[in-house]
């Protein structure tokens, strides 16, 4: 008997030591995290904090109204004239054109009307771009507007987009006539398709109704037309595409990604002669986004669903290329979703602007909270002794689970998140200490000798949760209110509860149970 009485008593501290390793390593984890060699440097693979622009820094963005001028070059009845910048004066001036400089704003333009509508189309590329974390502000006397986003690696291809102006055209080729433009766009999306050499992005971009009449039209009038003579020729197909590129002087959008693509279902193709002696006279449109060309094509055959899918890059099975033919196309679709901005803005800020809270700060509040959970922890172990030392490693456990999925469910930190982080910590730390408290009571009654533990649990949870209704009520409304300083409190707190209500019946309690059974 005896010595079955120590087997007991060795198996719950061989259990007990066990739980005190685990408990170590989740909470190194959550602290430390682990790392591993990568290219001869150490690198911790355990994913970091996002933190909001409050704690982090952001980057500050302003747009300005061009002031810039353009040359115009006239004939003499005032018609506008075309590619005729590389004329002289002399020239110009034997076929009557004469020089014009004209604001790219007109006064006409510059109202509170387009100003605002421009905020509102920014916006939605933000929106479209996934940040949720902006702040943006007009000044609606001089259409400045002043953007604040979260510095990371995504900043710098959000910048180059917001500020496009985002003016698409079809024209014709030859006499520059305005075929379509932005308000025959219905929407944009990215595709994917398979190819034999890997997989193929496509831009589909698909037309209004009036859009789709229009593009009926062109596909008819623009179509391939070989001559009879010349039918035993072929040509090759080819898909050109762009990725919308916006320096700080302003926009600049240029083409590239070209790539073949011979499958005769394709809706735009490029005329590529395989022999000199090829004649075709098909008339040819011409596509581009702020004036910038993009192709020039023409048609195999009319198009009458409305819908034009472009090839963005050549098929890859390269992660990191398709990826970023993938951000090429968005970046297109976002900017042609929301129409094209009323007036030409200039990037004339763009610097990183410093968080209030520094990091060494923060590291201070953190290693603030590490040192009052270790304080609070020893007031139970004193108090509770081994009930209050396996409660305090359930607590430990819960702390390091709680960073885990803080991190991992890319919840965004800002300092009302940290009062949220604080009132998780708060709230489970008055419920252990409330269940330890009802264990001590409910010993003294000889009838519950055996329920002690499922007693007291049950009292507390009764107790606690019934009490922070209205708290859970108010964390769950915030987690859907699409403001990072309510969204993020509502978040942590609600992880928190979550797992207040999870790790303390099944861990907390199952690590009472080495020493109340």
Known sequence: MEEKKKQKKEGKKLQILVCILVTILLASIAIFGIYTKKQNRMENIVKGYDYAMDLKGSRVITLTPSAETETIIKDSEGNVVEDAESLTDEELTEKGYTKEEQNVNSQDVLTEQNYQKT??????????????????????????????????????????????????????????????????????????????????????????????????DITGTYVNNVS????????????????????????????????????????????????????????QITMSIDDEEMMTTYFEEVIENGDMPLTIGSATTDKDTLNSYVENALNIAVVLDNGNLPIEYNVTRNEYLLSDITHDELHIIELGIIIAIIIALLVLIIRYKMNGFLASLGFIILSAIYALIIRYTNVMISIEGIFGIALTLIINYIFVNKLLSKINEYKKDEKLKNVVLDKATNATYKEIFLRIIPICIMVVSFCFINWVPISSFGMTAFWGILLIAVINILITKNLLKLKNK
């Open 119 to 216: 905020k509102e189309i920014i916006e939605n590329r933000l929106k479209g771009l996934s940040v949720e974390n902006y702040i943006i502000n007009l000044n609606s006397q001089t259409g400045e507007i002043t953007i604040e986003i979260p510095e990371n690696e995504q900043t710098d291809n959000i910048v180059n987009n917001i500020a496009t102006t985002g003016k698409f055209e079809i024209v014709d080729s030859e006499t520059k006539e305005l075929l379509m433009d932005n308000n025959d766009i219905k929407s944009s999306k990215v595709m994917y398709g398979s190819a034999s050499n890997g997989t193929e992005v496509y831009l589909d971009i698909k037309f209004n109704k009036t859009g789709t009449q229009k593009f009926e």
């Open 228 to 283: 009879e003579n010349n039918t035993a020729n072929t040509t090759n197909a080819t898909n050109a595409t762009n990725a919308t590129n916006t320096t700080n002087e302003g926009t600049n959008t240029t083409a590239e990604n070209v790539t073949e693509n011979t499958d005769t279902n394709n809706t735009v193709s490029e005329e590529s002669q395989t022999e000199e002696t090829q004649e075709n006279t098909a008339k």
